[in-house]
């Protein structure tokens, strides 16, 4: 078990390191850093522009194995990532010699700092908790889980994008998991450990939604809902002592992010939210957020619940296994983009029936439902009808009337049916692009939208259709009408 972001004392690396040395052709230029795993240097070198640092390992003998093995874990897993929410791998280096990493050097701030001046707006929480999850559900989708989530681990590129480090007690679907098979006690960062992984659980990538819940209670609260434990015992507490409500400690703290910061630290991974995805989407669109109970509480219960929670967590362990690759594919988001003011009523039928048909067999995925207001891109924009109604809450109004037989038939609304349906009205000069950029921010996994007749126009100048399907990330599906009958055909952004 680690400390909680502080470097301890520890003996220095085997071989005594300098500035000028050279290992491998990378120059040390100055130390930055000693952690109590790892030595941080920066680097160059000749064959190399961007910045970089170098990763060694402090090892004398006498010190944790895991050191050790994490290391080796590290040197395993960062080469197979890719994308902005990772360092770049640049080389490594045999324990025979020298072991080191070199990877790129992300010149930004760690979250460490902001600890320090929590309690922390709680839009800016919010804020934090999206870019987070997002980089999470990236790595997700690369097959790893990262099991060490924590502010010193989650670092800022100048734009504020999100980098993950330090993948030393990480798990790859696809390559050998050392720890589990090394060890038998828990890994990671005491603070910040899921119970499941006090229950020697290491294939659950919801355990990386349940650290970052830690933190948003953290920067949200100023405090640690379970505190500093340092012992297995104290571990094992969160497995059945409920966190004080958020709104207990901050009263202004809005009902919906309690919610989503209890729904994380709840003992059970299927009562968390299924992807970082999802958990992300939510952060970002608070008004769409499912109210239950828990945002509403106010104590922690007395000592017959927690009495009732010991005995249920005794020799209860996890039953959903599997990887981050197969989990997070089962639990995606489809995103349906409706012309509620343009499209035939035939068409709208026939988008129904085509998402009936994948939501019966995708049965745990999020309908984000959405239309779009156009606007001009030069002047001012009329807000209001001809009878003074509001034009955005009459959109609004039109796709959940269009969205309710799908509600009523696929039960979108039991909060036992799986991740729920959202609303979304977007306002924007040009449809497609306010599409292909609302699938991008929300991680959406698939688009369905209707297209409608050809003619010479649309074939001279494009449809929206067509470019969403040329310019998404995603699987898009394009529904038309047709005489008789309704038809949808897949295609691959």
């Known amino acids: 078990m680690q400390q909680d972001d502080a470097p301890q004392d520890a003996p220095a690396s085997r071989v005594p390191l300098e500035v000028g040395q050279v290992i491998d052709g990378f120059r040390l ?34 010190e944790d194995p895991a050191t050790i093995v994490g290391f080796e874990v590290e040197q395993m897993i960062l080469p197979m990532l890719r994308g902005v929410h990772v360092p770049q791998f640049i080389a490594k280096g045999d324990f025979t010699m020298q072991p080191y990493i070199v990877m790129e050097h992300i010149s930004g701030d760690s979250l460490r700092p902001r600890l320090d001046h929590a309690p922390l707006p709680a839009d800016e929480v919010a804020s934090i908790g999206a870019r987070v999850a997002a980089a999470l559900h990236d ?8 099991l060490d989530v924590k502010p010193s681990n989650i670092m800022f590129r100048p734009d504020g994008t999100v980098v993950l480090v330090d993948f030393g007690l990480s798990r790859h679907d696809h390559l050998p998991d050392l720890l589990d098979e ?45 505190g500093k434990p340092h012992t297995v015992r104290g571990l094992r ?41 999802l958990l992300a989407f939510d952060l ?87 239309t779009v207001m156009k606007t001009r891109r030069v002047g001012m924009d009329e807000l209001t009808d001809k009878d003074g109604e509001s034009i955005h809450v009459k959109r609004l109004v039109q796709l959940k009337h269009w969205a309710r037989p799908l509600v009523l038939a696929q039960k979108l609304e039991d909060p036992a049916r799986g991740a729920g349906i959202t609303y979304q009205v977007l306002e924007a000069p040009d449809p497609a ?29 494009g449809s929206v259709s067509a470019r969403v399907v040329a310019e998404s990330d995603c699987t898009v599906t394009v529904v038309r009408e047709t005489a008789g009958r309704d038809a949808g055909r897949d295609e691959r952004a």
């Open 139 to 146: 790595l997700h989708l690369q097959h790893v889980i990262h």
């Open 182 to 226: 090394e060890f038998t006690l828990p890994m990671g960062t005491g603070p910040y450990m899921s119970p499941e992984q006090v229950q020697f659980v290491r294939d659950e990538p919801r355990s990386d939604l349940f650290a970052l819940g830690v933190m948003l209670y953290h920067l949200l609260t100023g405090e640690r809902p379970f």
């Open 237 to 277: 507490e969160r497995l059945y002592r409920e966190p004080v409500p958020p709104r207990v400690l901050r009263p202004d703290c809005p009902p919906w992010l309690q919610e989503i910061i209890l729904r994380c630290l709840e003992v059970d991974p299927a009562n968390r939210h299924q992807t970082a995805a």
């Open 433 to 461: 692009h306010a599409i292909v950029d609302f699938a991008r921010r929300n991680a959406v996994d698939h688009i369905v939208m209707g297209a409608r007749s050809s003619s010479v126009m649309r074939r001279f100048l």
């Open 284 to 370: 970002s669109h608070p008004h769409q957020v499912a109210l239950t109970a828990r945002a509403e509480r106010n104590s922690t219960g007395g000592r017959i619940d927690t009495l009732k929670r010991w005995f249920a967590a005794v020799g209860n362990e996890p039953k959903e296994r599997g990887s981050a690759g197969s989990h997070v594919a089962r639990h995606g988001i489809i995103m349906v983009a409706v012309d509620v003011a343009g499209a035939s009523p035939g068409l709208m039928q026939s988008m129904r029936h085509t998402l009936e048909r994948m939501l019966q067999t995708e049965r745990s995925v999020r309908l984000a439902c959405v």
């Open 29 to 62: 230029e100055e130390h930055l850093h000693r952690g109590g795993m790892a030595n941080l240097w920066r680097v160059t070198h000749p064959d190399h522009v961007m910045p970089m640092i170098m990763k060694i390992p402090r090892i004398m003998g006498g």
